[in-house]
Nanobody, 120 residues
Framework: QVQLQESGPGLVKPSQTLSLTCTVS??????????WSWIRQAPGKGLEWIGY???????VYSPSLKSRTSISRDTSKNQFTLQLSSMTPEDTAVYYC????????????WGRGTQVTVSS
């Protein structure tokens, strides 16, 4: 059973860069055909896909967030990391990591999510 766990700061100041890490257990992030994804949900809004890093290390980002997003990985720790720059209060949300299949179009395992608040 694959398990994912998000970690990172719960509070970020405006203009700072958010860095969140997802630790994966029960499966390797380099295993073929999996896409390790970040998603968020702002208060009162639906889920918003941020991007993924694939099993080969390739990355794809949401066009609306691409200029501020970077996803990387540490294969030795079986972790992948989201960096989102120039944070504003509109980036306040619960951030989730998840495993994607079918070229990342379906997310089958999710972390519990971590609240990130942007405030001075």
């Amino acid at each position: 059973q694959v398990q994912l766990q998000e970690s990172g700061p719960g509070l970020v100041k405006p203009s700072q860069t958010l860095s969140l890490t997802c630790t994966v257990s029960g499966g390797s992030i380099t295993s073929n055909y999996y896409y390790w994804s970040w998603i968020r949900q702002a208060p009162g809004k639906g889920l918003e896909w941020i991007g993924y890093i694939g099993y080969s290390g390739s990355t794809v980002y949401s066009p609306s967030l691409k200029s501020r997003t970077s996803i990387s990985r540490d294969t030795s720790k079986n972790q992948f990391t989201l960096q989102l720059s120039s944070m504003t209060p509109e980036d306040t949300a619960v951030y989730y990591c998840a495993r994607g299949v079918y070229s990342g179009t379906y997310l089958d395992f999710w972390g519990r999510g971590t609240q990130v608040t942007v405030s001075s």
